[in-house]
């Protein structure tokens, strides 16, 4: 994490949650990432620090923040016009602060999908990151949360784990095999926190630098 982290305050309706931005490593805010945290998480668990420590390294500029369910101490999520309300105020907040050239949104699991959810609605963003989109919950493909990514008009960049139980592979490339601007990547051994076995004979540091490497290459398309 950089030294020159900064903290925000932002207000969502009557309330209020807390962001940090980390600017970029070279100094230039060209490209900001507004990354929101899994249903479990939050700004500052150990998933979002790596990724947001990978992606700084390769000279991205994050926002992370805590959707308000979260800030206020609860376990159980906002339900999706709350945790849109709460997003749309943090991006606005980063869009009128930083005035970047290109603004991504999105996050892990729940919220990517609720970053996915804002730009299928017409939310301005130039693109959409997305880490571990959970397809339908654990055990029930049958219930499949796709039905707005046709809506979606932006690039996607996503990432998925060939182990996530909350995507079946099938079922993803189904969905979103026909979007034009849909770029998937698989995680091969991965499951939906990025965790692979011993047995793979690769690390978790290794897929994070996979989600990085290729994250970094794919904002400086598009941000050029």
Request: aromatic share 6%; with cysteine.
């Amino acid at each position: 994490m950089s030294d020159d982290l900064q903290q925000w305050r932002i207000a969502v309706g009557s309330a209020e949650t807390s962001a940090i931005f980390e600017p970029a490593a070279d100094g230039s805010d060209g490209v900001v990432f507004v990354c929101a945290h899994g249903a479990g998480g939050h700004m500052r668990d150990r998933s979002m620090e790596s990724l947001a420590a990978a992606l700084h390294a390769r000279g991205v500029a994050i926002v992370r923040f805590n959707f308000l369910y979260r800030e206020q101490g609860s376990g159980r999520p906002d339900a999706m016009p709350r945790l849109k309300e709460c997003m749309t105020a943090v991006i606005e907040h980063a869009r009128t602060a930083l005035r970047p050239r290109t603004l991504v949104i999105g996050g892990r699991s729940m919220g990517g999908r609720t970053g996915s959810m804002l730009a299928a609605d017409g939310f301005a963003c130039d693109g959409l990151l997305l880490c571990a989109y959970p397809l339908h919950p654990a055990g029930k493909p049958e219930r499949l949360r796709d039905a707005h990514l046709p809506q979606i008009g932006v690039p996607v960049l996503c990432f998925n784990g060939t182990r996530d139980t909350l995507c079946r592979r099938d079922l993803m490339e189904r969905a979103v095999g026909a979007l034009p601007r849909w770029e998937m990547r698989w995680l091969e051994g991965a499951d939906h926190s990025f965790h692979v076995l011993k047995s793979s004979g690769r690390t978790d540091a290794d897929v994070l630098q996979e989600v990085a490497d290729a994250s970094a290459g794919w904002l400086s398309r598009l941000g050029s």
